[in-house]
């Protein structure tokens, strides 16, 4: 089983910047896809960004530009960079391992972006 950790989050200000973390309990290098989502008390969940082994990485269309995912493997961590935060990314954001055709996510992680 993959555990994935969460870290970052939290209140920020309209136009700010917030760093999410995703930590797994083995080498990320093993695992072919780790995607986040978030998901608002108004909203379903939705996709945010993927990064895969081969490499890439994929960013929702709305959110290039002020989104980035990166990964460092030597940490085990997948990012989520947000910049120019707005409040409608106001959301729970989760990660998600893909790993032998199994899924396994983390925690949640709350992001409230208001004045």
């Known amino acids: 089983q993959v555990q994935l950790v969460q870290s970052g989050g939290g209140l920020a200000q309209p136009g700010g910047s917030l760093t999410l973390s995703c930590t797994a309990s083995e080498n990320i290098a093993n695992i072919y896809m780790i995607t986040w989502f978030r998901e608002a008390p108004d909203n379903p969940r939705e996709f945010v960004a993927q990064?895969?082994?081969?490499?890439?990485?994929t960013v929702a269309g709305a959110l290039k530009g002020r989104f980035t995912i990166s990964r460092d493997n030597a940490k085990n961590t997948v990012y989520l960079q947000m910049n120019n935060l707005k409040p409608e990314d106001t959301s729970v954001y989760y990660c998600r391992a893909v790993k032998d055709g199994n899924s396994y996510w983390g925690q949640g992680t709350q992001v409230t972006v208001s004045s």
């Open positions: 990064t895969t082994t081969v490499p890439t990485t």
